[in-house]
C-alpha cells in the first residue's frame, strides 16, 4: 500500500498515513479510530489527490488565494461519541500553525467536533454543509448576500465549528442551518456548543481567532476568523 509521508510540526505528528486513509476520510467516508487519547496533526502542501479534489470544487480560478498558499491539516479530534476520529482542514499557509495550536487545545479539553471533512465533500455548498454539522474552514465563496464580497473563507482564515451547536442567528430570528434552531437559545448549555467566555472561545483568541459570537446584533456563534469578520 501506498504512503504519504508528512512532516512533522512539533504536535507530536503523525510522520506516515496511508494514502488510503486520507483519501477516505477527505471523501467524507472516514472512520473513528480506537487511538490513545493524544493529539496529533500535521500540515501539508495541497498536492496530488487533494489538489485535484479541490480544484473546481471549493477552489477554482478567480480565488482570491492561490493553491499554493493553502495548506491541509489533518488532525485528530473527539467526536459525539466521545471517540477520538480523525479530521482535515484546509486554512491558509499563514493561519496553519496557530489552526493547529487551537485543535490540540480542543483536543485537550475533550471538546467534542461531529465531523470534520472537508467541504468538498458536500460539493462546496455551505449550507450542505452546514446541515451536516460539518465542521470546515476554506471555501471559495462570497459571503452570503453580499455579491462580490469574499468571505473570510475565501482566503483559507475562517472555521466554522459545529454549526448546528453553533447556528448564525439574526436580530430577526432567521436562523442558519435550519436545524440549528433548537440552538438559537444558549441556555442551557449542550454537548458541542461554544459559549462566551468558555474555553473554545479562549483557545480560539489565545492564538489570534476572533469569534462571531461576539459580535453586536447578530451572532455567528460557529464562526471564528483571524479578522474578525
Known sequence: MP????RNTGFAAVLVLPALLLVSGIAGIGSAAAAPAKFNGSIERIEGDVRDRITGNSWHRGCPV??????????????????VDRGYLIVHADSARSMLRVMRGLFE????IRRMRLVDAYGSNDRRS????????FNCREIAGQPGVWSQHAY???????????????TTGY????NGAAFADRRPHRKGMV???GKVVRIFARNGWQWGGN????????????SGS
Request: proline residues 7%; hydrophobic residues 35%; charged residues 25%.
Open 3 to 6: 504512503f504519504t509521508r508528512r
Open 66 to 83: 492561490p493553491i499554493r498558499n493553502l495548506r491541509l491539516l489533518s488532525v485528530r479530534h473527539w467526536n459525539f461519541k466521545r471517540q
Open 109 to 112: 479539553q475533550r471538546f467534542v
Open 130 to 137: 452546514m446541515r451536516a454539522d460539518n465542521t470546515s474552514a
Open 156 to 170: 483559507g482564515r475562517a472555521i466554522d465549528i459545529n454549526p448546528v451547536e453553533n447556528p448564525y442567528v439574526t
Open 175 to 178: 436562523v442558519s442551518p435550519p
Open 195 to 197: 459559549t462566551d467566555k
Open 215 to 226: 459580535w453586536f446584533g447578530t451572532k455567528d456563534y460557529q464562526h471564528f476568523s483571524v
